[in-house]
């Protein structure tokens, strides 16, 4: 198995968007605008950090004055029972981070970098920030067929890929499996898939790797609703999964949320004891924190890790070369991912406590 962890961010090689030499020299200052998925996000922590740190570096080494507004659209308002309180509202969810993006357009910032809530709905605002001459660059969420000037994250659909090759090798190319992906309540005491090109790509390259597998099986689709971490659905939907169908031997984890959903040996024991009997594996997107220890729990064999801080710290780093330099580039900037398994555990949890990445982690001893 080829590991696709590219190391090629900032943090880990030299001068991948390094600030130029030939940075302009006037006094006019640069304002950046970092906009999160949203105040209740928790995968925005560690971007907020490395925004933060970015503008820190920044303000010490620009030959020009650097402001960086690290800006958390609201969580959507919600009716008691958890349904949008303009259900008719086809982008309801996107309109707090639409507010904030409006308001960079007029404060007429130089540059604007956004994880972008959703695509469809948010195409229209970002070319007019592109077109009032911003620099746009998109993260975490994408907007693709929007004028910003690039996206930089992972390829998801490799991504997804290389995880279920992953756990394939784990569980010996066979068995039955479960699929877990964010999905929407549909109204109808139903879920369906989000629309989001994230979790699109994610499940579509779930589905081709499945493809290279006859003995294996996905006999289950799982809804996991964002993003409110103290609800534990989506840990009852895997104890709900093993209950229906015992042979399960492993889940895929295209949303992670479960792993950090308090009490999991609660609300899902019969996870709980597969997991620690070592009869089920499992495998998912992200690294945040707290999931260092379901992991030594057993919950979860392989993390694959986007480049979260990354997302704050090279992205305004970017946005500042897009600014001074005119900087070229791809619509799509690479970042690769993380690959984390219990022998490299601690190593990168050393590196999150530490906000630094650059010591490349041992190679995961479960994979070939």
């Given at each position: 198995m080829v590991h696709r962890a590219i190391f090629g961010g900032i943090l880990l090689s030299t001068g991948m968007l390094a600030c130029s030499e030939g940075d302009a020299t006037t006094g006019a200052p640069v304002t950046i605008a970092y906009i999160t998925h949203s105040e209740c996000n928790r995968f925005g922590d560690l971007?907020?950090?490395?925004?933060?740190?970015?503008?820190?570096?920044?303000?010490?080494?620009?030959?020009?004055?650097?402001?960086?507004?690290?800006?958390?659209?609201?969580?959507?308002?919600?009716?008691?029972?958890?349904?949008?309180?303009?259900?008719?509202?086809?982008?309801?969810?996107?309109?707090?981070?639409?507010?904030?993006?409006?308001?960079?357009?007029?404060?007429?910032?130089?540059?604007?970098?956004?994880?972008?809530?959703?695509?469809?709905?948010?195409?229209?605002?970002?070319?007019?920030?592109?077109?009032?001459?911003?620099?746009?660059?998109?993260?975490?969420?994408?907007?693709?067929?929007?004028?910003?000037?690039?996206y930089y994250g992972m390829d998801?659909?490799?991504?997804?890929?290389?995880?279920?090759?992953?756990?394939?090798?784990?569980?010996?190319k066979t068995g039955k499996i479960a699929f877990q992906t964010m999905m929407e309540e549909d109204g109808d005491g139903g879920y369906t898939p989000t629309a989001a090109g994230t979790f699109i790509d994610r499940s579509a390259g779930f589905s081709e790797a499945l493809a290279r597998y006859p003995d294996m099986t996905s006999v289950a689709s799982l809804p996991c609703l964002c993003c409110d971490y103290k609800d534990p659905f989506c840990t009852g939907q895997a104890q709900k999964a093993l209950e229906d169908d015992p042979e399960i031997v492993g889940f895929f984890f295209s949303y992670s949320k479960l792993l950090g959903e308090p009490d999991l040996e609660v609300n899902a024991p019969l996870l709980a004891e597969r997991a620690a009997a070592k009869t089920i594996h499992s495998v998912a997107f992200d690294t945040l924190p707290e999931y260092m220890d379901r992991m030594r729990a057993g919950y979860v064999d392989v993390l694959l890790g986007q480049k979260l801080f990354g997302w704050g710290y090279d992205t305004v780093l970017l946005a500042y070369d897009l600014v001074t330099t005119n900087r070229q580039v791809s619509p799509f900037t690479d970042a690769g991912w993380y690959v984390v398994c219990p022998n490299n555990l601690d190593e990168f949890e050393r590196n999150t406590q530490a906000m630094d990445y650059r010591t490349q982690l041992s190679e995961c001893t479960l994979l070939p």
């Amino acid at each position: 198995m080829v590991h696709r962890a590219i190391f090629g961010g900032i943090l880990l090689s030299t001068g991948m968007l390094a600030c130029s030499e030939g940075d302009a020299t006037t006094g006019a200052p640069v304002t950046i605008a970092y906009i999160t998925h949203s105040e209740c996000n928790r995968f925005g922590d560690l971007g907020r950090a490395g925004a933060r740190q970015a503008s820190t570096e920044l303000s010490s080494t620009s030959t020009r004055p650097v402001e960086v507004m690290v800006m958390d659209p609201k969580c959507p308002e919600l009716e008691d029972d958890g349904d949008p309180k303009d259900p008719d509202d086809p982008c309801y969810f996107s309109r707090p981070q639409m507010e904030v993006i409006q308001q960079v357009i007029d404060m007429k910032a130089d540059a604007m970098v956004v994880d972008v809530f959703d695509g469809v709905c948010e195409n229209d605002i970002i070319n007019r920030a592109v077109d009032s001459g911003m620099k746009v660059v998109t993260y975490g969420g994408d907007a693709p067929t929007s004028k910003r000037h690039t996206y930089y994250g992972m390829d998801n659909k490799a991504a997804a890929a290389f995880l279920m090759d992953a756990l394939a090798t784990i569980n010996g190319k066979t068995g039955k499996i479960a699929f877990q992906t964010m999905m929407e309540e549909d109204g109808d005491g139903g879920y369906t898939p989000t629309a989001a090109g994230t979790f699109i790509d994610r499940s579509a390259g779930f589905s081709e790797a499945l493809a290279r597998y006859p003995d294996m099986t996905s006999v289950a689709s799982l809804p996991c609703l964002c993003c409110d971490y103290k609800d534990p659905f989506c840990t009852g939907q895997a104890q709900k999964a093993l209950e229906d169908d015992p042979e399960i031997v492993g889940f895929f984890f295209s949303y992670s949320k479960l792993l950090g959903e308090p009490d999991l040996e609660v609300n899902a024991p019969l996870l709980a004891e597969r997991a620690a009997a070592k009869t089920i594996h499992s495998v998912a997107f992200d690294t945040l924190p707290e999931y260092m220890d379901r992991m030594r729990a057993g919950y979860v064999d392989v993390l694959l890790g986007q480049k979260l801080f990354g997302w704050g710290y090279d992205t305004v780093l970017l946005a500042y070369d897009l600014v001074t330099t005119n900087r070229q580039v791809s619509p799509f900037t690479d970042a690769g991912w993380y690959v984390v398994c219990p022998n490299n555990l601690d190593e990168f949890e050393r590196n999150t406590q530490a906000m630094d990445y650059r010591t490349q982690l041992s190679e995961c001893t479960l994979l070939p």
